[in-house]
């Protein structure tokens, strides 16, 4: 591996990552418990058991971290100027003193504190270790994972194709790459949004790195905790950054001073989707339990318990399939109507129980929204060409939940081809500008047409404000923190 070094020096290379620093694994097969931990059979006490007897894990783990360090140092004393940076697996206090940096990946770090598993105090200050205490000079990266949606490992792993589809879907979790993004502007690291686990250093670009906050001029301080749920600011020269992990509700933060929204980005062409963030943006995946996607993700969280978005079957015998291997969607599951209509060879199976669903939600703002519906790449079903959707207010009259809503008048209605195009796992659009009004309960119903041959499939609702989350603007009152996100502002 070290063979490389000479000709990557010579050409300029500043420094070299090194994957899998790791803690002693002592490699014992089945015949030693099939464990590789300290609490495996490392002296070979078991009957089975047939290696030679080993000095006790901590012995063997002192000398693994040691072997690590002479390996260092003998390296830098040949290439001085390189730059070493780690991907470290669960012990690191040994390797801070005599490398550059770390590579967070999200599993290490930001997706761990987005998840509600880890505080960002916890994170910051592991970050400052690294940043004060490494080998001169330092480099840390972190990253933030997009969400697979339930195959965390399906996706671009080997025979699994990452589509453009999904790339783009990953690519526009503006809220995710937001909270990721002010997390690290809390540290002095690096940051970077990648598409899952597997594809760091796409090419992904979002009007956040266009603001010209300047140089940081305090330390980040925490301005409100609940237990391990916080908020932070941290301010700049010319800005400051918010970030929330409150999991289910807002906070509203008085800046000190006029502070404006961020500009549009002048990089059109090389924002994520060609789009700003909207201001409102949410997900409503077909879970039969109901609530939002991702559920701990506060997606929905101006609305009170009675009226969480969910999605419920209507009428009809659906099927949900699981395949995370061909089936491009959200979540590691679809819902597919069990009997065909029509027949695709014109062989009529006669007219099946109208099959309905819908998604249902509360509107979080007044203005003109766009929804969209996953097109999900169904390689068991041939899927129809006229399924037939209707949003409309929700009928919040009736005395049984799950009963089938048949009053009230479509606002909006169209026919969805389902097999329109790849089935690559986009989105799907199915209105627009359609206006509604905050704190008002709608419903996307989809039915089966009996008269159209095909199966109807059914995934995740995205439902999009057509307003802007930037746009250069004075922000009047206090900055609004959305729960599980980050706001750049700047001063006025």
Known sequence: ALSALPALTQ?????????????????????????????????CTSPNCSHVPQPPYEVLHSRWIGLYAEWFRRVKAVYPSLIWVNNLALEEGPFIPISNGRQYEGGAGLDVIYAGNRAISSFV???????????KPVYVNVHMNANMGGGS?????????LTQGETMRFATDF??????????????????????GEFYGSPT????YNASLGEAVKDPVRIYASGEQEVWIREFANGYVIVSSLETQKYTWNPPQSVLEIPLSSERTRLSGQKEAP??????DNSPMGGPYPVAGGDDWWANDTSRSRFTV????????????????????????????????????????????????????????????????????????????????????????????????????????????????????????????????YEVVVTMDPSRSGYVAIDALLVESESLYNGNGAIAGGVVISPMDSRIVIKG
């Open 279 to 284: 201001a409102w943006s949410f997900v409503v």
């Open 153 to 161: 490992w399906r996706i671009g792993r080997w025979q699994n194709i």
């Open 314 to 441: 209507l009428s009809g015998n659906w099927t949900t399939v699981t395949d995370q291997t061909q089936s491009h969607q959200v979540g590691n599951s679809f819902m597919v109507s069990f009997t065909e209509p029509g027949g695709i060879s014109g062989t009529s199976q006669g007219f099946p129980p109208l099959y309905s669903a819908a998604w249902t939600f509360q509107a979080p703002a007044s203005g003109p929204f766009n929804f969209s519906t996953t097109a999900v790449d169904s390689h068991l079903y041939m899927l129809t060409d006229g399924a037939m959707v209707c949003l409309r207010v929700l009928n919040t009259s009736r005395s049984r939940p799950l009963a089938p809503r048949m009053v009230g008048n479509c606002m909006a209605s169209t026919t969805l081809d389902q097999r329109n195009n790849i089935r690559d796992g986009r989105w799907q659009s199915i209105f627009s500008s359609v206006m509604l009004q905050a704190n008002v309960s």
């Open 175 to 196: 809220r995710r790459m937001r909270f990721g993004l002010g997390v690290a502007l809390l540290t002095d690291a690096y940051y970077g949004f990648d598409i899952g």
């Open 11 to 43: 050409a300029g290379v500043d420094g070299v990552y090194l994957d899998g620093v790791v803690d002693f694994d002592i490699g014992c097969g089945p015949s030693c418990n099939g464990k590789c931990n300290p609490t495996a059979d490392i002296n």
């Open 205 to 208: 670009y979002y009007t956040e």
């Open 125 to 135: 200050s592991e970050i400052l270790t690294w940043t004060t205490t490494a080998v």
